[in-house]
């Protein structure tokens, strides 16, 4: 679904530009396969026959255990998941109104209709935004990836040890 799935969309043409030099116009839909079931998708960029990314999305929790799974094991193909835990994706979370008098084919027509309305959205990269930029210009250095942006917007992990009971 559209109204999912959306930073996925980014981080890979962000990723494709940056670390192998291809732009990919944001008026250019990516091409998601979908996998197992609607709530697993990939897309794959490939550039003379060979994988340079592979990201996927998983909605609900049956996808995530089989991502979790193959984590585990050392199987994931994928340099980026994007996990959201409701089934269908945002669009069917549980903060959407809900009439009470839904059935699973009008929800259905229901999350069909907004999809189709994200789809006639014109997209645009987050960096384009003109308000991002005023952002960015007035409080933040001028620049996504500058001193004041990483320490106000940026964020690091690490592994936290196993507590002992």
Known sequence: RAGSGGFVEYVFRHAARELFGITMPHEQALTYTR????????????????????FAVAYGFRNIQNVMQKLRRGKCPYQF????????????????????????????????????????????APEENPFVQRMYNEFYGGAPFSDEARAALHTQYHVVPKMEV
């Open 35 to 54: 996998g197992r079931n609607d709530d697993f998708h990939e897309v794959v960029l490939e550039r003379d026959g060979e994988v340079l990314l592979r």
């Open 81 to 124: 998941v994007e996990i959201m835990a409701c089934p269908g994706g945002c669009l069917n979370g549980g903060a959407q109104a809900r009439t009470g008098l839904e059935t699973s084919a009008s929800r259905k027509k229901r999350l069909d209709a907004v999809d189709g309305a994200f789809h006639d959205v014109a997209l645009r």
